[in-house]
């Protein structure tokens, strides 16, 4: 009976069509459940269980984060991470806010700087570090150019000492970085309103002060963010250390994402791995989160002052 | 707007002209080193590229060049020996292609309706759906290699460029649905409810109106997700072996381990053709760069 037929038909396609885009969104949604969630609950469990070369699902209780925090190489490769995480987001803040400022006056071929400014980020952690390598060894880069045009005291081998390899890092993961930086706060820089900077120069404030007082101030929250995004970087360096020190001289550029590495794939020491993975998502949502509902409330505040 | 504004002053044409001048020498006096500074890597790697290995061991990297060849791009196009076989990085550089452009085209498909959905079709639970999507975000890598590698072998794509693109796909999902959904919230809601209330469905609504908004925001995911897969090294190294790694791990592998002779220049040209493709996808589409990273990073 086609009466009848067509109605019910005609109600399951318009059940479907309603449906239409949470059916569009189940794979991801589905990919993300897995990717996400599961995986992340699988590594957690694997840091407390029994495995070592080879999974072993038992429970093995936590002990394996008490010994990665009494490894050397784990406490050595935080305090590294610290100390190039700091170094690495203040200097390109500064580097970058340098760079933002003086393409701000209005210069001439801006395009030009810009696009040279920011070119490493389009290049790998990989080739960075390879390049910057060879540049930084006293076999092949400054040091050996310094000598053959006859400087012969001339030293520069940071990369292949203890207590200054760490700051090659620092300054290869800045010259990457920066025009990141540099990028964000030009618009930021942008949006800010040219009556404010006029004002305090009829007041007869320096260009340098005026960003000072005036201008940087005004954008605060851009460096907030690129703040996070930059130590989110940090925390998840493995790359780039590896092309350029390979987290050596001995341990002194290691960091944990290397340690993580080690542990699982060359040491077979899987749980320990999985729980200094863990620390390394522990470390991620201490920037995150408060930045995530720092924002969250500034939204919300914002909506009442405007409502 | 607020752009105009800025533009209206010269903060460079202002006070006596001597303090003019000295700005203005300070200003693009600064920007001249840095530029420097930013250049001198890919110059002095360009250069070594065509010197012949005797000199560069000899003189070192940075030096003025003397013998030129370009016999180096060859070699580390097609004759290097890596781990038994000797093709060159070619293999490696093909791996990545196959890798990265399908993981590209994957994963903007799926961001662009996904974004499409969660912006403009409401529904219970949609905040949440968007969340846990966006998670995949800032997830470190770190996390997921163990699990990966045992799924990727009970799928059997362990060590495959197909085990990579369905990685990649996953994880880049998270980025262009976030970078979707952000863009095309700003598309006016009045505009999807006068297409409803004509009878247009999901489907229609998305050929009709969303995709003829969509290409900037789709060009900023192809250039994200191509740079991005391109240039990644950790799940290349961990997933993949031998002559199925990306380009990335062939270059470590080939540049870290060496025991004996080195072939800088050989080298050099390898790594200048792992670097290519992203730069010039940069050079080509800078604005959407810029673009991407700015809606990436501060939403």
């Known amino acids: 009976m086609p009466e009848n037929t067509t109605p019910t038909r005609a109600s399951w396609w318009q059940k479907l069509t309603d449906w239409t885009p949470q059916l569009v969104l189940l794979p991801t949604l589905f990919a993300a459940a897995i990717y996400v969630v599961l995986f992340s609950l699988w590594t957690l469990w694997i840091s407390v269980s029994q495995s070592t070369l080879l999974p072993n699902m038992a429970y093995g209780g936590f002990g394996e984060y008490a010994a990665l925090w009494q490894s050397k190489r784990w406490t050595v490769a935080y305090q590294n991470l610290f100390l190039f995480g700091t170094l690495y987001v203040l200097g390109s803040l500064f580097v970058g806010t340098l760079l933002a400022i003086l393409i701000d006056q209005r210069v001439k071929f801006e395009a030009m700087w810009r696009t040279i400014f920011l070119y490493p980020l389009a290049i790998s952690f990989i080739v960075t570090g390879t390049v910057w390598r060879w540049i930084f060894h006293p076999q092949t880069g400054v040091e050996k150019a310094l000598n053959d045009v006859g400087w012969l005291s001339a030293q520069f081998d940071w990369i292949t000492d203890r207590d200054m390899a760490l700051y090659v890092v620092v300054f290869t993961g800045i010259w990457h970085a920066s025009g990141f930086a540099m990028a964000l706060i030009l618009a930021g820089l942008r949006s800010v309103d040219g009556d404010l900077v006029k004002a305090a120069q009829i007041d007869g404030a320096s260009m340098p002060r005026i960003y000072r007082r005036v201008v940087l101030p005004t954008i605060w929250p851009i460096f907030v963010a690129v703040t996070v995004v930059l130590l989110q970087f940090a925390i998840k360096t493995y790359d780039l250390v590896v092309a350029l020190t390979q987290g050596g001289p001995g341990v002194a550029t290691t960091v944990p994402a290397i340690v993580v590495y080690d542990l699982m794939f060359e040491r077979g020491q899987i749980a320990q791995g999985a729980a200094a993975a863990v620390m390394i998502l522990v470390g991620l949502a201490i920037v995150l989160i408060p930045y995530v509902l720092w924002t969250g409330w500034r939204a919300r505040k914002e909506g009442q002052n405007h409502g | ?299």
């Not at chain 2, 500074?37 to 012949?52: G, K």
């Not at chain 2, 781990?83 to 791996?95: A, L």
């Open chain 2, 1 to 299: 707007m607020a752009e105009a504004t800025h533009e209206a002053f010269d903060p460079l044409a202002t006070g006596s002209r001597r303090r003019q001048i000295r700005a203005k020498a300070t200003v693009y006096g600064l920007l001249l080193f840095f530029a420097l500074l930013y250049l001198s890597p890919l110059f002095i790697i360009v250069m070594n590229t065509f010197r012949p290995l005797e000199e560069i061991v000899r003189e070192g990297f940075i030096s003025v060049p003397g013998l030129l060849s370009s016999q180096y791009w060859l070699e580390a196009w097609s004759g290097f020996c890596l781990g038994g076989t000797c093709e060159g990085v070619s293999p490696y550089f093909t791996n990545t292609l196959l890798m990265t452009v399908p993981a590209t085209i994957l994963s903007t498909a799926f961001g662009v309706v996904n974004g499409y959905a969660l912006s403009k079709w409401r529904f219970k639970y949609d905040t949440w759906v968007f969340g846990l999507i966006t998670l995949g975000v800032f997830l470190p890598a770190q996390m997921t290699l163990l699990p990966w590698a045992f799924v990727l072998g009970k799928l059997g794509l362990a060590n495959t460029i197909g085990g990579l693109v369905l990685v990649h796909t996953v994880q880049g999902v998270s980025f262009t649905t976030l970078f979707c959904r952000n863009y095309f919230v700003a598309v006016p809601d009045d505009l999807i409810k006068a297409a409803r209330i004509d009878g247009a469905g999901f489907w229609r609504i998305f050929r009709r109106i969303i995709l003829p908004l969509s290409p900037p925001i789709l060009i900023v995911c192809v250039i994200w997700q191509f740079t991005g897969i391109w240039n990644e090294f950790l799940y290349g190294t961990v997933l993949t072996s031998g002559t199925n790694q990306p380009i990335t791990s062939a270059i470590v592998a080939f540049s870290g381990s060496g025991t004996g002779q080195r072939h800088y220049n050989v080298e050099a040209a390898a790594v200048i053709f792992a670097a290519l493709p992203p730069l010039f996808i940069y050079l080509i589409g800078g604005k959407y760069f810029v673009r991407g990273l700015t809606s990436g990073a501060v939403k």
